[in-house]
T-cell receptor, first 111, second 113 residues
Framework: GNSVTQMEGPVTLSEEAFLTINCTYT??????LFWYVQYPGEGLQLLLK?????DKGSNKGFEATYRKETTSFHLEKGSVQVSDSAVYFC??????????FGQGTELSVKP | DAGVIQSPRHEVTEMGQEVTLRCKPI?????LFWYRQTMMRGLELLIY????????DSGMPEDRFSAKMPNASFSTLKIQPSEPRDSAVYFC???????????FGSGTRLTVV
């Protein structure tokens, strides 16, 4: 079946540190991959996406590359800010159209 | 574009009462999804529609939950009777096509006392 596994949180970093949140997936076929962000008290917002192998999604300084050989879609940012504190969800969309989420990783950035 | 609109934002009700949550998807989107989020269980897909037709309702917890989409611009999720364990944030989301990401609403925070 289809599933997404993320590294467990919470992740605590100092401002300007480098961020990596690991995400691996299991899927049949060729899913689209996504990262969503949820700020406190809000809904989920699409952060970036990649629809085929070797695609790199990027937005607001965040990047993730669709790696078919390792079935991974790790989220990275070179220099985090306090305002990046949120919960990050990795997700895949299967061929039936359903979006399957990982469990979420809480990021806390300290000044 | 007003995004996905959910109402109410907050709902407090007594156990046994009927609760109706409402969602207006983005105009032109052909998929609509209802999710529930709790600390214990994370994000759970309850049901989704394609072109107003329910496609997969396997996530609906039990018969107390029902969802309808009478037209392309409106959907409801009803809980009758409500129970304290239904307390959660309920999100509606919509998308255009199968490959794109969803746009989520701001959610309805339901508290059943």
């Amino acid at each position: 079946g289809n599933s997404v596994t993320q590294m467990e949180g919470p992740v605590t970093l100092s401002e300007e540190a480098f961020l990596t949140i690991n995400c691996t997936y299991t899927a049949t076929g060729y899913p689209s991959l996504f990262w969503y962000v949820q700020y406190p008290g809000e809904g989920l917002q699409l952060l970036l996406k990649a629809t085929k192998a070797d695609d790199k999604g990027s937005n607001k300084g965040f990047e993730a590359t669709y790696r078919k050989e390792t079935t991974s879609f790790h989220l990275e940012k070179g220099s985090v800010q306090v305002s990046d504190s949120a919960v990050y969800f990795c997700a895949l969309r299967n061929q039936g159209g359903k979006l399957i989420f990982g469990q979420g990783t809480e990021l806390s950035v300290k000044p | 574009d007003a995004g996905v609109i959910q109402s109410p934002r907050h709902e407090v009700t007594e156990m046994g009462q009927e609760v109706t949550l409402r969602c207006k998807p983005i105009s032109g989107h052909d998929y609509l999804f209802w999710y529930r989020q709790t600390m214990m269980r994370g994000l759970e897909l309850l049901i989704y529609f394609n072109n107003n037709v329910p496609i997969d309702d396997s996530g609906m917890p039990e018969d107390r939950f029902s969802a309808k989409m009478p037209n392309a611009s409106f959907s409801t999720l009803k809980i009758q009777p409500s129970e304290p364990r239904d307390s959660a944030v309920y999100f509606c989301a919509s998308s255009l096509g199968k490959a794109e990401g969803y746009t989520f609403g701001s959610g309805t925070r339901l508290t059943v006392v």
